[in-house]
């Protein structure tokens, strides 16, 4: 018999009993759908944070200061540590200290009420710092300008605002020029960042003043919150990584890591331990699905059982009017593969369909490899839990069969 | 008339069921042999062994002793695939509840032998086409068994059972579930077939049918009790 022929009698057979088949195929339609919605989420979400990431940066380094908190064992020590200061900022910027260090600038942050005409909002990312700040962490100003050294330098009550802080506290209105009170000091709007969006936390909702003009009005001369670095290339972190350690070491006179009282954070590692994070999640959620699928695997065993006890007789015909054990075989396999293949199929659709939705606030990204691979799961079920009842089929005796009723 | 080979050749053949005490003999020695071209009716009452007999010269089953020679092969050495093949083939059956493939039409179920002894697609339809005639189905080449008559279903049975033109064709009990127009029209085509040449085997009780046959073989306790040749005066009235 010829594979067209197999396969039409298949199709006759899942015919005749079409809600059987329907809910068969459901079963794995719902498992390979599983498979490839989940790990699209999964997909999704690790490809979210790493936008985010890239979003600051690659080649962005945080230098930030372990005092205070008591974080790495610094807390028996307080004494001895020096705060990270302008000069430190300064010396990280010399390229004849840290020639793969592109930029620098000092951070220093607080969180402030910004109230305009009457509105007030709470921003909790108020950041002191220099104009450097803004190609360093990869901003870009919208509308208006950004902080000039002569800000900085003349301690002036000038800000750019985040473009969440704008809509918060102004609204559609323009808010160039405008002033805000912020911790009830008036200060002038200057300019307004472009809008970098992702991450969990809201990175618009953001002050930005002269490191002058926060420590003096807002927040005092204590250590910088932090130094962002930016190294000459996302290749070079390594080495810009080395000469910040090198540098500050030496002005710290820090002399062995024990007594390290700063702390250094690149995107790339911060990066790859999302990635990996994300990977867990990823396949826990695929684990989570192939189970599924493979409960739909079982139901095509326990369906086709069924459907080879109710069809003996018609085995028995087929086998008295010469059908050998290899044709009986193949009609009972092609059925349930018939069934997985066309369940894998719907179920990739509905899988694709499924994935253009957001889910849970994460938009998926479809990984083709788990389409094939639970595409190919599915087939492969059809002929392994196919496999049992088709034998059990074929090896029937021809007169136990025909006496079936 | 020469001597043709005998189609069936059969000795010395037992079959036993069960075990020690609780065994049954359903045969107990039959020799027995058909030659091409006869008309063979094997009767006796239930418990006579014939159902068994009947299975073994199918194929379907196998004699505990004995030796059978179907169209002069020995079929008591051949494996299974190699009995399928002997079954597609040499024998063409025809049951007694019609036994057709359900939800499958009349020309698929005639196809359906032709199919699994790997024939074309062309070359089946053409051959079915042909069988159905020969019963006088032609107008329901596409009715599934549940849209046909008890009547109708045995004759695509028919059909389906000489559609291969196997050695011998083995019925059993052919009439009994058919009303008796239904079962002068299916005794019409079998003694037609017959009239051409075809071996016939009819495993029977009911004594209609058994007189459309040129010979008449009688089994009583699993042993041949009777073994009559008798004129068929219906054989070639059709």
């Not at chain 1, 594979?3 to 390979?32: Q, S």
């Not at chain 1, 609204?171 to 307004?192: A, T, W």
Request: aromatic share 4%; charged share 20%.
């Amino acid at each position: 018999m010829s594979p067209w022929e197999i396969g039409r009698f298949a199709l006759l057979g899942l015919l005749a009993n079409k809600i059987r088949t329907a809910l068969t195929m459901l079963g794995v339609l719902i498992g390979v759908g599983a498979v490839i919605l989940l790990v699209a989420v999964g997909n999704g979400s690790s490809k979210s944070v790493q936008a985010s990431i890239e979003n600051l940066g690659t080649n962005l380094i945080t230098v930030s200061h372990t005092a205070g908190g008591g974080r790495f064992g610094a807390a028996g020590r307080g004494s001895d540590l020096k705060d990270l200061t302008l000069d430190d900022a300064k010396a990280l910027a010399d390229p004849a200290q840290a020639p793969h260090v592109k930029s620098a600038a000092p951070v220093q942050s607080t969180s402030a009420s910004v109230v305009y005409a009457a509105q007030s909002t709470t921003v909790n990312s108020v950041v002191g710092t220099t104009p450097d700040w803004f190609p360093t962490t990869n901003h870009q100003i919208a509308r208006g300008v950004a902080l000039s050294a002569a800000d900085v330098d003349n301690a002036r009550k000038v800000v750019v605002l985040g473009s969440t802080t704008v809509e918060n506290a102004f609204g559609p209105e323009d808010p160039i020029d405008k002033q805000v009170l912020i911790s009830g000091i008036p200060f002038r709007v200057v300019g307004v960042l472009a809008t970098k969006g992702g991450g969990a936390q809201d990175t618009d909702d953001t002050v930005v003043m002269p490191v002058s003009t926060l420590r003096a009005s807002l927040a005092g001369y204590g250590s910088l919150s932090q130094i962002a670095v930016q190294a000459t290339s996302a290749a070079d972190t390594d080495e810009a990584q080395a000469e910040i350690t090198a540098v500050l070491n030496s002005r710290h006179k820090i002399t062995s890591s024990a007594q390290t009282d700063y702390r250094i954070v690149n995107q790339e590692s911060l990066l790859s331990a999302n990635d990996e994070t994300n990977r867990t999640f990823t396949v826990l959620l695929g684990a989570v699905a192939a189970i599924s699928l493979l409960v739909g695997g079982i139901g095509i065993t326990n369906i086709m059982l069924v459907t080879v006890a109710e069809r003996t007789r018609e085995i028995g015909i087929r086998k008295a009017i010469g059908a050998p054990r290899g044709a009986i075989l193949g009609q009972f396999l092609a059925e349930s593969t018939l069934l997985s293949v066309i369940g894998g199929a719907l179920g990739v659709a509905a899988g694709l369909c499924a994935a253009r939705f957001t889910v849970v606030g994460i938009e998926p990204v479809v990984v083709p490899s788990s389409v094939v691979a639970a595409f190919g799961v599915s087939v492969a079920l059809g002929l392994f839990f196919g496999g049992y009842p088709a034998a059990r089929a074929a090896a029937l005796r021809p007169i136990e069969a025909l006496r079936h009723e | 008339m020469s001597a043709p080979a005998p189609v069936v050749q059969v000795r010395g053949l037992t079959k036993e069921y069960g075990r020690g005490d609780a065994a049954v003999q359903a045969l107990r020695g039959v020799d027995l042999t058909v030659a091409a071209g006869d008309f063979v009716a094997v009767m006796g009452s239930s418990g006579s062994g014939k159902s068994t007999l009947m299975n073994i010269l199918g194929c379907l089953d196998t004699p505990t002793s004995g030796r059978y020679l179907l169209d002069g092969l020995d079929v008591g050495g051949l494996d299974e695939h190699q009995l399928s093949l002997v079954r597609n083939r040499r024998i063409g059956f025809v049951f007694q509840s019609f036994n057709l493939i359900p939800r499958t039409t009349a020309l698929a179920n005639v196809e359906l032998p032709l199919a699994y002894a790997g024939v074309r697609a062309r070359e089946r339809r053409r051959r079915a086409l042909a069988a159905l005639d020969l019963v006088g189905l032609s107008e329901r080449l596409h009715h599934r068994p549940n849209e046909l008559s008890g009547g109708q279903q045995q004759r695509v049975a028919v059909a389906r059972a000489l559609v291969t033109a196997p050695a011998m064709l083995l019925a059993d009990e052919p009439t009994g579930n058919l009303d008796s127009r239904s079962t002068a029209e299916i005794l019409d085509i079998v003694s037609r077939l017959n009239a051409s040449g075809r071996t016939v085997v009819v495993i029977t009780h009911e004594d209609e049918v058994a007189a459309r046959a040129k010979r008449v073989v009688r089994l009583v306790d699993g042993l041949v009790a009777e073994d009559r040749r008798q004129d068929a005066p219906w054989a070639v009235t059709a």
